[in-house]
């Protein structure tokens, strides 16, 4: 269950870290409200300080597979929400990298 609550935690984290960095290319409202993005690092940073936490409590205080978590998380939220905001194609390329993604958390969370 901790790994699972940590996995939605760092999808949570993505999601606001892509609006704050690329909001500004989707909506001039993220460019009149810049500090609130800045002032949202905050709670962004603390939430993935507590993922991290709960992954490596998951995983016997090992830090390997939370490094290998945020990355792959990372990829496929990033492929996400930029296919979904500027109607980017996934190609096979990226379609190969969102499945090696997965593949990696797949093996952290199932292969001990």
């Known amino acids: 269950m901790k ?3 940590a996995l939605v935690m760092l999808a949570l984290v993505y999601v606001l870290g892509w609006h704050q960095i690329y909001g500004q290319f989707v909506s001039d409202t993220y460019k009149k ?3 609130f993005l800045v002032l949202l690092s905050v709670p962004t ?4 300080a507590k993922a991290i936490q709960l992954i490596t409590e998951h995983f016997d205080q090992k830090t390997w597979p939370s490094r290998m978590f945020t990355f792959s998380i990372g990829i496929v939220m990033f492929t996400l929400l930029s296919s979904y905001y500027f109607n980017e194609k996934i190609t096979v390329k990226t379609g190969v990298l969102i499945l090696l993604s997965i593949s990696i958390v797949l093996l952290q969370a199932f292969w001990k």
Do not use: A, D, K
Not at 45 to 48: G, M
């Open 33 to 35: 409200y810049q500090w």
């Open 3 to 5: 790994l699972f609550l």
């Open 45 to 48: 940073t603390i939430i993935s």
